[in-house]
């Protein structure tokens, strides 16, 4: 079983703040995606890594996937309180009918 | 438009008893998901299916089987629940193949009581 871990598991901060949230695996993923989850809905898809050593932006977020494709990090610059929410990574395997293990999420409270 | 949608999105009922939850999507997926959300927020998956055929199925107890009787639906029927079962019940869909985006249904919060 894949499993991948984060951290940390909550983070309260104040509006303006960076942080960097981490996603780690002992496994090898074809690709690892980032989704934000706000109370009472379901996730929604942020972005996508492929290719090991990749860097994407997304306005004040920067992701990361690792050179190994085993690990990414995501890193938020001047938090702002819309950012407020649960953060999840999760890994897709290679072959067949992909499976997509997600990690336990990082709790994400901007405070004004 | 709402792009997968469930229902009920709140479900109480007792011990013992058998519910169902009914998935939609209309983005023309040929995958469908469910995934169930514990209390700490670990979402983990439970089925997959691809054009109505399961592909995925995470040792879930046969308690719950689900249903695709089109590829823009999947029902989760769950027979005899338990307390363990509370949580909230996700569907989701996606293309097939690809490190493509899951798309959400706004989840069902199950309490067993």
């Known amino acids: 079983t894949q499993l991948l871990e984060q951290s940390p598991q909550f983070l309260s901060i104040q509006e303006g703040e960076n942080l960097t949230v981490y996603c780690n695996s002992s496994s090898v993923f074809s690709s690892l995606q980032w989704y934000r989850q706000e109370p009472g809905e379901g996730p929604v898809l942020l972005v996508t890594?492929?290719?090991?050593?990749e860097v994407k932006k997304l306005k004040r977020l920067t992701f990361q996937f690792g050179d190994a494709r085993k690990d990414s990090s995501l890193h938020i610059t001047a938090a702002q309180t819309g950012d407020t929410g649960l953060y999840l990574c999760a890994g897709r395997n290679s072959g067949g009918y992909q499976k997509v293990t997600f990690g336990i999420g990082t709790k994400l409270q901007v405070i004004p | 438009d709402t792009a997968v949608s469930q229902t009920p999105k709140y479900l109480v009922t007792q011990m013992g008893n058998d519910k169902s939850i009914k998935c939609e999507q209309n983005l023309g997926h040929d995958t469908m998901y469910w995934y169930k959300q514990d209390s700490k927020k670990f979402l983990k998956i439970m089925f997959s299916?691809?054009?109505?055929?399961?592909?995925i199925n995470e040792t879930v107890p046969n308690r719950f089987s689900p249903k695709s009787p089109d590829k823009a639906h999947l029902n989760l029927h769950i027979n005899s629940l338990e307390l363990g079962d509370s949580a909230v019940y996700f569907c989701a869909s996606s293309q097939v193949g690809g490190n493509t985006e899951a798309f959400f249904g706004q989840g069902t919060r199950l309490t067993v009581v």
């Open positions: 890594v492929v290719t090991g050593g």
């Open positions: 299916y691809n054009n109505k055929e399961l592909i």
